[in-house]
């Protein structure tokens, strides 16, 4: 039986949380003008933000609240819609969610949207952080809110408070409450050992699933986000698996005679689509994970892979090299209407349907280069957002706004990267070695 990595339980006892307790409105003011940050055009200029400390009734309190005000205030930053303000240059320091703000302070040192929390111990290691989001120039509150959680799991309550600012501000849900499954690889380049690796979508958190000892890929959230699937050379046999994060076990999806391929869940959780390999043939299988029955999809010579389900799973993206050359072709989930929609020079794979519907991620390999890219489900609109000499692998954000991806050096080292729509906010994802494959999770904080 394949091995998982001997810290499953603490994989187990960090990632099987929940926020407890309900969210609690703490009222409002009448709004006037407010601060908008508008996501769909493009650049735009970072909004100065302050986000002081989140006052306590003591200093052990007041440190927590540090900590969860540095983690909201990194979240928005790297967003790269915001621009959190020293707090060096902060004038009123003692500003918590009980305090009415003195704006003209906060209006010197140019903040237009200012956090404003406070956290307060309860019964059984329990705390609720509470938080105000107000208009600066406007001198009105915009936002309110209280969430109670346990010490142990303050870095989740912090990305949930981001992700209510990042709502608030932009209209559009956040998307820093997630985690972020990958492949973990070390090792010389041409004997890289890749491990199953899990973490929060800022690195921290960081978990192995597995040891080492089998060569693991393409690894995929189910939509609850409690199971992966993904594939495994086990005993130099390549099958597809299913972890259950909750547990830490993990179970063959199915004993296929020929190699499996990209494995992925539909919209609803209950199939896995994937490529199978059988008599020399490539074609695309959907799989019951209840029955663990198939069905075949594609019946063609040439070979079909990486299928990704449309949100509301009624239609299916993949790559075939049935045209002569490697392109991207969208078909109804049952294998019917299969129409091609790249239409660029060169090759294109990893196709991803964004979860918005609107668009489709893709790598494109043109004239030596690699290239991550989208367009809409029609093949219209084909955009490059970042090119290198080897980027591959796109998997989105919940919010469908930003796309991480993975790169790959000439020596052969890997790392994970981010970017938004716009081509710009390029960014590193920090991992403790090199990385690839990422796969993002969906928003926790709507389970």
Not at 229 to 255: A, C, H
Not at 363 to 376: D, E, L, W
Not at 410 to 430: A, M, P, Y
């Amino acid at each position: 039986m394949m091995m998982i990595w001997t810290v499953r339980s603490a994989v187990t006892a960090v990632l099987a949380v929940t926020i407890l307790g309900a969210s609690v409105g703490m009222g409002s003011l009448p709004a006037r003008s407010e601060p908008v940050i508008d996501i769909t055009k493009g650049v735009v200029e970072p909004m100065p933000i302050a986000v002081p400390t989140f006052g306590g009734a003591n200093p052990a309190d007041d440190q927590l609240g540090a900590q969860i005000a540095r983690v909201i205030a990194a979240d928005l930053e790297r967003s790269g819609l915001f621009a959190p303000i020293d707090e060096r240059a902060f004038i009123q320091r003692d500003v918590t969610s009980d305090t009415l703000p003195r704006f003209q302070d906060w209006r010197l040192i140019n903040a237009q949207a200012l956090v404003a929390g406070s956290i307060k111990a309860g019964a059984g290691g329990k705390y609720s952080v509470e938080f105000r989001l107000w208009d600066v120039f406007g001198g009105s509150e915009m936002f309110a809110q209280s969430y109670n959680f346990t010490q142990d799991i303050w870095r989740r309550a912090a990305h949930i408070v981001a992700d209510d600012i990042y709502k608030r501000i932009t209209g559009e849900e956040g998307y820093f409450d997630t985690r972020i499954v990958y492949i973990a690889e070390s090792g010389p380049k041409d004997n890289r050992q890749k491990r199953l690796a899990i973490m929060d979508q800022d690195g921290e958190n960081h978990q192995f699933l597995t040891n080492g000892a089998d060569l693991v890929l393409t690894p995929r959230f189910s939509p609850a986000a409690q199971d992966i699937t993904y594939m495994s050379y086990y005993g130099n046999k390549p099958r597809v698996y299913l972890f259950s994060i909750s547990t830490g076990q993990q179970e063959v999806l199915g004993d296929f005679p020929g190699m499996t391929f990209a494995p992925r869940y539909s919209p609803d959780g209950n199939s896995v689509i994937m490529s199978l390999a059988q008599s020399g043939n490539t074609d695309i299988y959907v799989m019951d994970v209840r029955t663990r029955r198939s069905k075949r999809l594609t019946d063609h010579p040439a070979i079909d892979t990486s299928p990704s389900y449309s949100p509301d799973g009624t239609r299916i993206v993949f790559n075939s090299d049935r045209g002569g050359e490697q392109q991207l072709y969208v078909m109804n989930a049952d294998g019917s209407g299969v129409a091609r929609i790249s239409k660029g020079p060169g090759r294109y794979a990893t196709p991803v349907w964004s979860p918005r519907g609107d668009l489709i991620a893709f790598t494109r390999i043109y004239q030596g280069s690699f290239y991550i890219g989208v367009m809409r489900p029609d093949g219209s609109g084909e955009r490059m957002l970042s090119q290198g000499w080897l980027v591959e692998g796109p998997t989105w954000a919940p919010n469908g706004r930003v796309i991480a991806f993975y790169t790959q050096d000439q020596r052969g080292r890997t790392q994970l990267h981010s970017i938004d729509l716009t081509g710009h906010n390029e960014r590193v994802l920090k991992t403790p070695m090199d990385g690839s494959d990422p796969a993002w999770s969906p928003l926790l904080s709507k389970q």
